[in-house]
């Protein structure tokens, strides 16, 4: 009866052992990546993600790092916060949070993008690849990707295109900043606005959206208004 006892306790523990064994050498082969699923992005593909990730499918499913995947995701200037984690036997879930490109500045012979913390997010050769407002009238040198543009002048443009109704955004061409450092706007139909100097500009802004209705709604355009001014209490539409 006791051997009986001791037999059972032996194949019990052989068992464990064995199934320790699986769990750190063969679990590796068996559960290998066969989906990559993407959380979070907007504007970059699954398959950009998994490259920068630096995953793909097969590979060893147990013997990632997931910090390391992280980490990789992290380095990445458009990518604001990354969450890597097994989902049992064959997935690999990444949860993303995207830096959502505010607008684009002229640089040498390019284009930078900023999000809304004026952190540099890409350097692309043509703004119309990102589809963004652009800023005009700032000068910008020796950038670095990932870097955060700062300053006076620039920190009140950026605050003045964080600023523009949702609603205007599609509609919002270029904001041009003189060198007075007065703003302009200038919608892709071609109407003008003067915003002005950059205290206050934000408050002025948020009105955006119920004058451009009104200007629609008088059948305006600008063939017969120069541009709106908005610089007083009352947006005024400024006659040709």
Do not use: C
Request: hydrophobic content about 45%; cysteine-free.
């Amino acid at each position: 009866m006791g051997s009986s006892k001791y037999l059972r306790r032996t194949l019990i523990a052989v068992s464990l052992l064995f199934l320790v064994y699986w769990l750190i050498v063969g679990s590796t082969v068996v559960f290998t990546i066969e989906t990559i699923e993407v959380l979070g992005a907007e504007t970059l593909s699954a398959q950009q993600v998994s490259e920068v990730a630096g995953v793909w499918k097969g590979a060893p499913l147990l013997g990632l790092k997931l910090k390391e995947i992280e980490g990789r995701l992290l380095a990445d200037p458009r990518i604001l916060r990354a969450e890597a984690t097994r989902v049992l036997p064959t997935k690999l879930r990444l949860r993303i949070e995207e830096s959502i490109g505010l607008a684009v500045l002229p640089y040498h012979v390019g284009f930078i993008e900023i999000d809304r913390s004026g952190r540099i997010v890409s350097i692309v050769p043509n703004f119309s690849l990102v589809n963004l407002p652009i800023i005009t009238g700032l000068s910008v040198s020796n950038v670095v990707l990932g870097s955060t543009l700062t300053g006076e002048v620039f920190e009140g443009a950026r605050d003045a295109m964080a600023a523009i109704p949702s609603s205007v955004r599609a509609r919002t061409s270029e904001l041009h900043i003189t060198p007075a450092g007065e703003m302009w706007l200038t919608t892709t139909d071609n109407i003008r606005v003067r915003i002005g100097a950059p205290h206050g500009a934000p408050a002025r802004l948020a009105l955006l959206s119920a004058v451009l209705y009104a200007y629609d709604n008088k059948g305006l355009s600008p063939a017969t208004v120069a541009y709106i001014d908005m610089t007083g209490e009352v947006p005024v539409y400024k006659g040709r």
